[in-house]
């Protein structure tokens, strides 16, 4: 499986790469070190190329390459920093210019929110603006979104949040890996009754 990890930190060292690699680490361990590849995109290193794309229209090489990797995903993390109560323009851009390069890149994609920030009251931002942006480019998003305050570190409650949202995620993952094996019809089209019973536990 292939796990793609989108971090909008600007800073070095960023605390919103530091969640994105906790994130990422504890969801690899629970869908199995040996099949999981991780390869993280740090907008930040492709901050000219999102801004060049809005007034030429084609994303550049670097660019070209993540849009690739994460289309080609099985699943996807997505991590931010708080800007004025709500995800970062960056982070922001990035995705306009995914959807306009592929309207359905992320079309039934697991995928993973997260956000850091300097207080806890900007904790709504997971479900007022990030999960409403995924769902408009009909991804998956699993139900346990991760928030990080700057007292949250080293304090107790995150640990678990982590290693909950990483097991719903690996687990969507698996599932909709799952659902692929079917052979379908002649035209490659898998019944719906099939597709369930392929996400229903053994047993």
Known sequence: ??????????????????????????????????????????????????????????????????????????????????????????????????????????AGKPVLIAATGGTARHSLVLDHALRPLFAYLKAVVVPTGVYAASEDWGAEGLDGRIERAAGELAALMSGLSAVAKPAGDADGVVPFEERLAALRPAG
């Open 1 to 106: 499986m292939k796990l793609v990890v989108v971090s909008a930190g600007l800073s070095v060292p960023s605390s919103t790469r530091l969640l994105a690699d906790r994130l990422a680490a504890a969801t690899a361990a629970t869908a199995g070190q040996s099949s999981a590849q991780v390869q993280v995109v740090e907008l930040r290193d492709l901050a000219v190329e999102i801004a060049h794309t809005f007034t030429n229209g084609f994303p550049g090489r670097a660019l070209s390459a993540a849009f690739d990797a994460v289309a080609a995903a099985d699943g996807l993390i997505a991590v931010t920093p708080v800007f004025s109560a709500s995800y970062s323009g960056l982070f922001k851009s990035f995705f306009d210019a995914l959807s306009v390069t592929d309207a359905d890149a992320l």
